[in-house]
């Protein structure tokens, strides 16, 4: 979707620790109801679920999470009336962080 922005690096040197961030800009965050992570080829594919409540106001999440190998990585936004948003990044690992 491109209502999300979805910052990573195209290559990671270390797969130990690949930085990502999450932004729904111009949305506010009462109209989310997750986000989700997902990395396919690691172990636990489900990387991160960050739920937003009437609290929230920005719909940001920033993490660095480990990748075994070069893989697709996926955000996925649960709205409120049940809509999914999804934007997918591949990035290139030079050196596993899993292994």
Excluded: W
């Excluded at 491109?2 to 797969?15: D, Q, R, V």
């Excluded at 130990?16 to 990395?39: F, Y």
């Excluded at 739920?51 to 649960?78: I, P």
């Amino acid at each position: 979707s491109s209502k999300i922005k979805f910052t990573a690096p195209e290559i990671a040197e270390n797969g130990k620790v690949v930085p990502i961030k999450v932004e729904l800009p111009g949305i506010h965050a009462s109209k989310v109801k997750s986000l989700h992570i997902v990395t396919e080829k690691n172990g636990n594919p489900k990387t991160a679920d960050v739920f937003f409540t009437k609290h929230n106001e920005e719909v940001y999440f920033q993490t660095r999470f480990k990748m075994g190998k070069t893989q697709d990585v996926t955000a996925l936004v649960v709205m409120q009336d049940g809509s999914v948003l999804e934007k997918t990044k591949n990035i290139k690992i030079t050196i596993g962080g899993c292994g």
